[in-house]
């Protein structure tokens, strides 16, 4: 990666973390929609994919939250909360969302933290970290669910985690070790 | 259990980003400074562990479920500090890769539940050990789960106050939605999960920062 790209990395990085608060900070559904249609435009290589990125993973807990907060204030007041202020909260949570996922998409975050070697060897090291612990969480969450004759239960889920954890643990040590040590042998 | 990017306002956010990123330079300055190199793989394995411990969802009567938070152990075995750090880096794995959370609500979810929940629990802990090393280690996860939700409760409750167009769930209601489910369900199996990590992990005879 050249200079150049760097230095548009970490002003697109600086850009979205500003336009993230500025974001947050509107309270107009009209004008967070004309926000969402300029990123759109912006933002419109890999449009879909954001979208759905967006669609899975935060739409269903804001909607599910606005939904739930609305009827639930209707039932104790007995009359109809404003639309706004609910639809205004779903809209500033999705733009936001939507601008990191597209921003993360275009920029080489790792070359873009290089003036900060700590944090990027911290960073690619729990990533690594998490990739293969979500593997072995998975596989054992699996296999607990093979030893039972039911479906886990709360308790069940807990002994099995507080179980797993010293043996997540020492492995996640160990190759965190030698993540560490093959970066550190590279300069970083 | 963390407030999602566009709950908060910044005028919430800005400081609370300014009472975090000291402490952040702190805690960084003060456990992973000069040995960072022998620290770093340990802090990045009990981020990582925290963080899938934080996709162990657990059911909750009603439908929907929560989850663990992890950073009580982390508190106990080493330092609130360290656990602040760790559960930082949580937050921003998940903000920025998996879309929980948010950059711009990063500062008062960590404190929330990186430091006041850690430092509750980590207190509790050492006033009661020495009657009960288990019986501590248990209440220090409950205390701290709980006070995590009660200060993420009363954040929004005061994003509310502020302005009720910015946010428009009174605390009246945000504050027993988030603390039932709390009390009954997530305090007690993060007390239990505590309770079975630190024994093993003591068993394993597991080293840390100092390793």
Partial sequence: MDWTAERRDRALLGGWLTGAFAISAITDPRVLAAVGLVLMVTFR??????????????VPVTVGLSLVSWAWLLLVSGRRPEVQPFLALGLRTCLIAFSTFAVLARVQLFPALAPWPTLTRLLVITLAQIHALRLLATESRLGLRSRLLHEPRALDVVRGAGGITGALFTLSTRNARDVSDAMRSRGF | MHIPDGFLSPQITIPAYAISAPLWAWGVRRHFGHSSAESLPVVGSLT????????????????TSTHLVGVALLALLYHPLVAFVCESLVLLVQ????????ITVLGINALAMGLLGPVAGWLVYRAFARFSEKGAAFLAAYVAVQISTAAIALVLGLQHRLSEKYFPIPFAVTFPATMVP??????????????????????ARVRGLDS
């Fill in chain 1, 45 to 58: 290589r890999g449009l879909a994919a954001v979208l759905r990125r967006v669609l899975r993973s935060v």
């Fill in chain 2, 95 to 102: 903000a920025l890769f998996f879309g929980a959370g948010g």
């Fill in chain 2, 48 to 63: 990582a562990v925290a963080f899938v411990i934080q996709t162990i969802m657990i059911p909750v009567p009603g439908g």
């Fill in chain 2, 182 to 203: 709390s009390l009954t369900m997530t305090g007690v199996v993060e007390g239990l999960y505590t309770l079975f990590a630190l024994s093993l992990l003591r068993k």
